[in-house]
């Protein structure tokens, strides 16, 4: 499974971005999809994540309130809306899809299958 993301961009303070992941094939049993965040300096950290069904969803405090996450199984693909979005925001964003239930999401080691990465940079 390759995952593909869409390219970020550089905003201002306040506003928002959609990135979106598109896995390249859909498994048997679809699985839990994520993103990460890795701000310059620093180690990736989580952000999102969404469950198999997209009923259940988990949000780091630090974004909780400003970003959705959600996920369209018929597309493959798995969304973060961000909004009212801060310099310390910036960062490399990565998808990630699970390969089994019953994991930590919050968690890299959860997650086998990774995207590129893509640049998103907030300006104040």
């Known amino acids: 499974v390759q995952l593909q993301a869409s390219r970020g961009g550089l905003v201002q303070a306040g506003d928002s971005l959609r990135l979106s992941c598109t896995a390249s094939e859909r498994t048997p049993s679809d699985y839990a999809m994520g993103w990460f965040r890795q701000a310059p300096g620093k180690g990736r950290e989580f952000v999102a994540a969404v469950s198999w069904s997209g009923y259940s969803t988990y949000y780091a405090d630090s974004v909780k309130g400003r970003f959705t996450i959600s996920r369209d199984n018929a597309q493959n693909t798995a969304y973060l809306q961000m909004s009212s979005l801060k310099p310390e925001d910036t960062a490399v964003y990565y998808c990630?899809?699970?390969?089994?239930?019953?994991?930590?999401?919050?968690?890299?080691?959860?997650?086998?299958?990774w995207g590129q990465g893509t640049l998103v940079t907030v300006s104040s």
């Open positions: 990630a899809k699970a390969k089994a239930y019953g994991l930590d999401l919050t968690q890299e080691t959860s997650y086998p299958y």
